[in-house]
C-alpha cells in the first residue's frame, strides 16, 4: 500500500492534516513532517527523510507539500533515496490532495493512481449522468461527510462502473471523495445513484447495502 507524507511548515498543520487524512484511510501509513526541530516553522530534510521511511511498506510514498520551500525540501529527500522511484512529490493542493490520496491508497492504487489522484483533487469533476437511478435514504447522522464519503469511494473502487450520485440540482462522482462532500448532503436527506457500465449493477447493489448498514456508524 502507498504510503503518504505531509510536508508543512508547522508541525500542527502536518499533523492536524494526518489526523483528518487517516479517518477516511486508516490502514495508510500518513507521516506528518511539519515544522523544524526547535519547533520554529520551516521545513527539516531530515525529519521528512526519517518520515519517507517510515511511510514506506514496499510499494511506494507521495510526499504533498505546502508552500514552495517545503516542496524543495520534499524534491531533495526523494533525490537521496537509493531507488528514488519508490517516492514521487504531488503538485497538488496540500488538503484536498492528501484527502484524495488518502483514499486512493486505501482502494489499493499504485503510485501512479494516487499521485493523479491527489493532483486532480479540487479540479471540476466530469459526471456521466443517464437521468435515471435508485433513490437511497441516508439514516445516518452525518450523512454524506468525510468518513462516510470516503467510504462510499472505497466502496466503488476498482469496480468497472461510472457511479454518480446526485442531490437536488447537484451531482459528483463516487470516486471522489471530495465531490460528494460538496453535495451538502446530511442525515434523512435522499440521495439518487445511478450507475453505468459492466459492473453498474454490483456497484449499485454495494452502495445499497452501505447507506443500509448506516455506513457502519
Known amino acids: 500500500m502507498i504510503g503518504l507524507v505531509l510536508v508543512s511548515h508547522s508541525a500542527r498543520l502536518a499533523e492536524g492534516l494526518a489526523e483528518l487524512a487517516a479517518q477516511m484511510a486508516p490502514d495508510v501509513r500518513i507521516l506528518p513532517a511539519g515544522g523544524l526541530s526547535d519547533g520554529t516553522l520551516g521545513t527539516d530534510f531530515d525529519a521528512v527523510s526519517t518520515a519517507v521511511d517510515r ?6 510514498v507521495l510526499l504533498l507539500y505546502d508552500l514552495g520551500s517545503a516542496k524543495m525540501t520534499a524534491d531533495l529527500a526523494v533525490e537521496m533515496l537509493g531507488d528514488p522511484s519508490r517516492a514521487a512529490v504531488a503538485d497538488a493542493p496540500f488538503v484536498e490532495g492528501a484527502v484524495a490520496a488518502a483514499v486512493a491508497a486505501q ?5 501512479d493512481t494516487v499521485m493523479t489522484a491527489a493532483v486532480s483533487a479540487g479540479a ?3 459526471v456521466v449522468d443517464n ?3 435508485t433513490e437511497l435514504l441516508l ?3 452525518v450523512g454524506l461527510h468525510a468518513r462516510p464519503a470516503a467510504l462510499l469511494a472505497r466502496t466503488v473502487a476498482g469496480l468497472d462502473a461510472e457511479v454518480t450520485v446526485r442531490f437536488g440540482d447537484k ?4 470516486a471522489s471523495v471530495l465531490a460528494l462532500m460538496s453535495l451538502g448532503v446530511r442525515g434523512g436527506d435522499t440521495v439518487v445513484v445511478s450507475a453505468t457500465g459492466p459492473d453498474a449493477a454490483e456497484a449499485l447493489r454495494r452502495v445499497d447495502e452501505l447507506v443500509t448498514r448506516g455506513f457502519d456508524e
Do not use: H, I, Y
Open 139 to 141: 439514516t445516518n447522522e
Open 107 to 111: 482502494g489499493g492504487g499504485d503510485l
Open 124 to 126: 471540476p469533476e466530469e
Open 131 to 133: 437521468g435515471t437511478g
Open 55 to 60: 511511510a514506506e511498506s514496499g510499494d511506494g
Open 171 to 174: 451531482q459528483a462522482n463516487a
